[in-house]
């Protein structure tokens, strides 16, 4: 199978952007490959010969480094992306059609069956709950994407009857020309606005996972959303819609109805079974895994083990344990309000909440006014969003606390915290430019709580 897509980079000259994780995946394939062949890498860190330098005994190199490295793009057949990268404020004109990534090159060239998943959230769960049920049904899966490997790490090990169950960030969909088997679009919400024009422009992004479709291929959409309503996207009389409200007026569906989740008018499982998935948002997610279930024609014993069975992810309303008396959760995964309002529906007796990150524009007043209603008593505000909240909770009755370091905001909530009670660090907002990325922030939380940091 991969012969097909070996046979297109064969003669291409290839710029390799950006060498983040997926870069060096994209190194490593193509050296594999083609031993011998000349290959460019673009990067803005000047130091990369540095920390990688097993770069400098590949005689077949060259580099573009530091601020200019964008230049001179155009003299290239194929520029394989980093998603990460943003080319917001670039012109890219001169060499727009010649943009790529592994995403793109994998669903035009591999043809094994895909499932896709994108969203504002939700996708790493999705995609590890599918990945998980697929599997426990004797399926030869790949999980691939953003919590998976990088793509191009498992095409030498594929076969033509495997399935590959891929997350997939809106930087991945820019330069797609073909859509998954299945693609799953679980929500949209304000996020990403430093990488886009627009909020219309990342909403386009997302809904290019089903822009390509034929046919015979499926599209999994929440019905729920308005952000997707307002699209007003030509969904094929045959694709799945899924509500937690109603039941939609389409062909195939999946909707919640007096606590029991139906498939087609099917009842499927009571949503008040014992699983460790807490929260109406991972019942959402679930309800996307039994429409694929649906599609598929899996065992639907077996899938409800699975869903029963599988475990919260690290950094998704993970319990880190209890100290003291007080039962402290990891959500830092949450990088925009709704998040967090989710997680605090979903986690009972929630006494104390760390948030506040970067700020990237993203309105924090739904939060505010959630949080004024709450039964969350002491508010502990980080930087540069806490400040936003902050300002908004001040001459409220709740307990304000502005804080400059995680530390200084675990060591606030053990002191503010009553006993039987749950602390929660849910930000809305983003990591960067505080820490490294929101796994590197529930680490240091985690540390704080646990004392070993």
């Not at 291409?12 to 994780?21: D, R, V």
């Not at 697929?134 to 990088?150: A, H, W």
Request: net charge neutral.
């Amino acid at each position: 199978m991969i012969k097909e897509l070996l046979r297109f980079l064969e003669d291409k000259t290839i710029l390799i952007l950006g060498f983040g994780i997926e870069g060096q995946s994209s190194y490593a394939f193509l050296r594999k490959h083609f031993p011998h062949k000349q290959l460019t890498i673009a990067d803005k860190k000047i130091s990369l010969l540095e920390e990688f330098p097993f770069l400098r005994e590949d005689t077949n190199m060259a580099f573009c480094l530091g601020e200019d490295y964008l230049k001179g793009m155009e003299n290239f057949d194929v520029i394989l992306k980093t998603p990460g990268i943003s080319l917001k404020d670039i012109d890219i004109t001169a060499y727009k059609d010649k943009l790529t990534n592994q995403l793109a090159l994998f669903l035009e060239y591999m043809k094994v069956f895909t499932i896709g998943v994108t969203g504002t959230k939700g996708k790493s769960t999705t995609s590890s709950l599918l990945y998980q049920m697929l599997k426990e049904q004797g399926k030869d899966v790949f999980l691939l994407g953003n919590i998976g490997e990088p793509i191009f790490n498992c095409l030498d090990n594929m076969k033509k009857d495997c399935l590959v169950v891929c997350e997939i960030s809106s930087h991945a969909l820019e330069y797609i020309k073909v859509s998954p088997d299945i693609a799953i679009l679980l929500n949209i919400y304000e996020e990403h606005l430093d990488h886009y024009q627009s909020f219309e422009a990342y909403r386009e992004a997302k809904f290019r996972i089903a822009n390509f479709q034929k046919q015979n291929q499926y599209f999994i959409y929440n019905r729920d959303n308005f952000w997707m309503q307002e699209f007003h996207f030509p969904y094929k009389q045959h694709d799945y819609a899924i509500s937690l409200t109603e039941k939609p007026n389409t062909k195939n569906h999946v909707f919640l109805k007096d606590g029991i989740i139906y498939c087609n008018n099917n009842p499927i499982m009571d949503s008040n079974i014992k699983m460790h998935l807490k929260g109406i948002h991972n019942l959402n997610n679930i309800m996307f895994a039994i429409a694929v279930a649906d599609i598929l024609q899996l065992d639907t014993g077996k899938m409800m083990e699975s869903i029963q069975n599988f475990k919260t992810l690290e950094h998704r309303m993970e319990f880190v344990g209890n100290v003291e008396g007080v039962d402290y959760y990891n959500d830092s995964i949450a990088t925009i309000p709704e998040a967090t309002i989710y997680a605090i529906k979903a986690i009972k007796n929630i006494h104390t909440i760390i948030v506040g990150g970067k700020d990237r524009g993203i309105n924090q007043v739904p939060l505010i006014q959630f949080l004024l209603k709450s039964d969350i008593e002491n508010i502990i505000c980080l930087p540069k969003t806490g400040d936003a909240i902050f300002d908004g909770l001040k001459n409220s009755h709740k307990n304000i606390f502005k804080v400059n370091t995680m530390e200084e905001a675990v060591k606030k909530a053990k002191a503010v915290t009553p006993k039987n009670t749950a602390c929660i660090l849910s930000p809305a907002a983003s990591s960067y430019g505080y820490f490294k990325n929101f796994e590197e922030r529930g680490k240091v939380f985690k540390s704080c709580v646990l004392d070993d940091f």
